[in-house]
């Protein structure tokens, strides 16, 4: 059975780690080079990092931010947010990210994911998606929204999700605008169904709250990895901590 993945995210912006709710009130929550290397000495599988500026002056700031941290850490990087060309794919590829994270710029050019994995490999392609329940359609059905959980697009996530994974995209990050920062859950129903209906790893995230939350998004939820940020930002649980109490649910993780 295949292990399930413990990913911090840091969203950044003017070279500082921030938190919010629903992308909104940011806090302070330290350097991302210092975070970073906590993480990975704690035994994190992955990070992602999140561009939330997403302008050219923050790219370039974010670009030294992956330099820097690719030199500390040795586990899987993913850079997002705000990568708009096959271009600032390749920069972040070349600070030393791992893999690259699309959301608006994939919804407006869906054959961008088609182009970044032709050149760089499906592995290397991660679609994130901001997903919005929609009351109006009943349950079990979500919309797309970009600009960091901003707009919406009318566009339901199963079938944008399934194309996506057609046009190339290797893995799903898989954000619930609900649910982010509120610490009550994941939307698992959101997860479920996403995990049900592609063949890439899905991550989970979005309302990590207790030890509790990150085991029902991979036993409930399906997903293959979970990803979480103010819990540890704020050394409210250790990786190690989170492992152990999943491995002791019957999660397999990475020791």
């Not at 413990?6 to 080079?33: M, Y």
């Not at 046009?167 to 609900?178: F, H, N, P, Y």
């Not at 990895?225 to 990786?239: P, T």
């Given at each position: 059975?295949?292990?399930?993945?413990?990913?911090?995210?840091l969203?950044?912006?003017?070279?500082?780690?921030?938190?919010?709710?629903?992308?909104?009130?940011?806090?302070d929550?330290g350097?991302?080079?210092?975070?970073?290397?906590?993480?990975?000495?704690?035994?994190?599988?992955?990070?992602?990092?999140?561009?939330i500026?997403?302008?050219?002056e923050?790219?370039?700031?974010?670009?030294?931010?992956?330099?820097?941290?690719?030199?500390?850490?040795?586990?899987?990087?993913?850079?997002?947010?705000?990568l708009?060309?096959?271009?600032?794919?390749?920069r972040?590829?070349?600070?030393g990210?791992?893999?690259?994270s699309?959301?608006?710029?994939?919804?407006?050019?869906p054959?961008?994911?088609?182009?970044?994995?032709?050149?760089?490999?499906?592995?290397?392609i991660?679609?994130?998606?901001?997903?919005?329940?929609?009351?109006?359609?009943?349950k079990?059905?979500?919309?797309?929204?970009?600009?960091?959980?901003r707009k919406?697009t009318?566009?339901?996530?199963?079938?944008w999700?399934?194309?996506?994974?057609?046009?190339g995209?290797?893995?799903?990050?898989?954000?619930?605008?609900?649910?982010?920062g509120?610490?009550?859950?994941?939307?698992?129903?959101?997860?479920?169904?996403?995990?049900?209906?592609v063949?890439?790893?899905?991550?989970?995230?979005?309302?990590?709250?207790?030890?509790?939350h990150?085991?029902?998004?991979?036993?409930?939820?399906?997903?293959?990895?979970?990803?979480?940020?103010?819990?540890?930002?704020?050394?409210?649980?250790?990786?190690?901590?989170?492992?152990?109490?999943?491995?002791?649910?019957?999660?397999?993780?990475?020791?």
């Amino acid at each position: 059975m295949l292990t399930k993945r413990i990913i911090p995210c840091l969203d950044v912006t003017d070279g500082r780690v921030v938190k919010g709710t629903s992308f909104t009130n940011l806090r302070d929550a330290g350097d991302p080079v210092e975070q970073a290397a906590f993480y990975y000495r704690e035994g994190a599988d992955e990070l992602v990092f999140l561009d939330i500026g997403a302008t050219p002056e923050a790219r370039d700031t974010m670009v030294h931010v992956v330099e820097s941290v690719a030199r500390q850490v040795f586990v899987p990087l993913c850079v997002g947010g705000g990568l708009r060309s096959i271009d600032d794919m390749r920069r972040m590829l070349q600070a030393g990210a791992d893999k690259v994270s699309i959301n608006t710029a994939a919804v407006h050019d869906p054959l961008l994911l088609k182009k970044g994995s032709a050149i760089f490999g499906n592995q290397c392609i991660v679609l994130a998606v901001d997903a919005k329940r929609r009351t109006d359609r009943g349950k079990g059905a979500w919309e797309v929204y970009t600009h960091g959980g901003r707009k919406s697009t009318g566009i339901d996530v199963i079938e944008w999700v399934q194309q996506a994974v057609e046009l190339g995209a290797g893995e799903i990050l898989l954000t619930s605008w609900d649910a982010d920062g509120q610490r009550a859950g994941y939307d698992n129903e959101l997860n479920l169904a996403v995990s049900e209906a592609v063949q890439v790893p899905v991550i989970a995230s979005g309302g990590a709250g207790s030890l509790e939350h990150l085991y029902d998004a991979l036993a409930t939820g399906k997903a293959d990895a979970v990803l979480a940020a103010s819990i540890f930002h704020y050394r409210e649980y250790s990786i190690k901590k989170v492992k152990e109490y999943l491995a002791s649910r019957g999660i397999p993780v990475r020791n």
